[in-house]
């Protein structure tokens, strides 16, 4: 039972038992995500500091290279993992191919695989802006004992045993479910721990968010323009015309509007054929995490975690949140001339 205050390191002992898988390597690895995200927050946070300490590219004062910190972030995670010892293969969205982790897994016994979008949003990082961490956790398909596959990170995404985010903003906080609810908590940066500040989020059935790039508007398809324009009609019994929030860094969108009931949309245009998002880094975590918290995610037409993935890097319409509000954008997208 999870109890507010709870630290995340007492969380996960307390629920390892209840994770379907109990060997105790999912919980490890979810303890190597934590702290790889609390080493990330600190260069994150000394972000506004370029000036002082020099931009991406630059040597330092103490004669150190400056990385870029999606780059940077990208490192940490995968240096983690891998001198952990727990997961079979990595992939992210910053490289090309999917990682097999060899060295230290030689009889490669570890049964997971991670696909990670280590900082996304990041060019919000100059001005200051919140991003984060997106991550999606597997069991691998194919026989421990062999190097990994690529279809082992080509699963459908309700093949999933945990996704979450980690969310660098005015506080720090990594939101997790493993498929029995979705829990956030929040970094106490004096201490170094994190506390369970959000046990068992849900999403509000109906929201009155919506967050969507109107500057792409003349080239969405028609059934989103229309639910566009149905957000903005006056019918005060159902709280519209409804707010816009588009802060342009999808964990921090997809935070508030769990938190607060909204829908984020990044539909297909007519310059982008199937948006921008990626299914297997952004979408197919975000998903999990929607529909555990009884909200729910689409492509505008069908569930986002039932689409067969056919390459890493694939992208994806996603349209994610509030129940209510999802459901009404596919009737838009159904019934559009
Ligand atoms: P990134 O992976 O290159 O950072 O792109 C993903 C980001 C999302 O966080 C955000 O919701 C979206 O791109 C914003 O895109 P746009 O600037 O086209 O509205
Ligand atoms: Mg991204």
Known sequence: MATKNQTLGEFIIENQSSFKYTSGELSRLINSIRLAAKVVNH???????VDIIGAAGDTNIQGEDQQKLDIYA?????QTLTNRNIVCGIASEEEDDFITINSQDENHQNKYIVLIDPLDGSSNIDVNVSVGTIFSIYRRVTPVGTPVQLKDFLQKGNQQVAAGYIVYGTSTMLVYTTGDGVNGFTLNPAIGSYYLSHPDIKFPKNGTIYS????????????IKNYIKYCQEEKEEDNRPYTSRYIGSLVSDFHRN?????IYMYPKSSKNSNGKLRLLYECNPMAFLAEQANGRASDGF?????????ELHQRVPFI????????KVEEFM???K
């Open 302 to 310: 069908s569930r986002i975690m039932d689409i067969e993935p056919s």
């Open 258 to 262: 769990m938190i607060k009931g909204g």
């Open 43 to 49: 260069e994150v946070n000394k972000a506004g500091l």
């Open 212 to 223: 969507v790039n109107e500057g792409n508007y003349i080239h969405f398809p028609q059934g």
């Open 74 to 78: 990208n490192e940490k995670f995968i």
């Open 334 to 336: 159904k019934t559009a």
């Open 320 to 327: 994610c949140g509030s129940k209510n509000m999802v459901i």
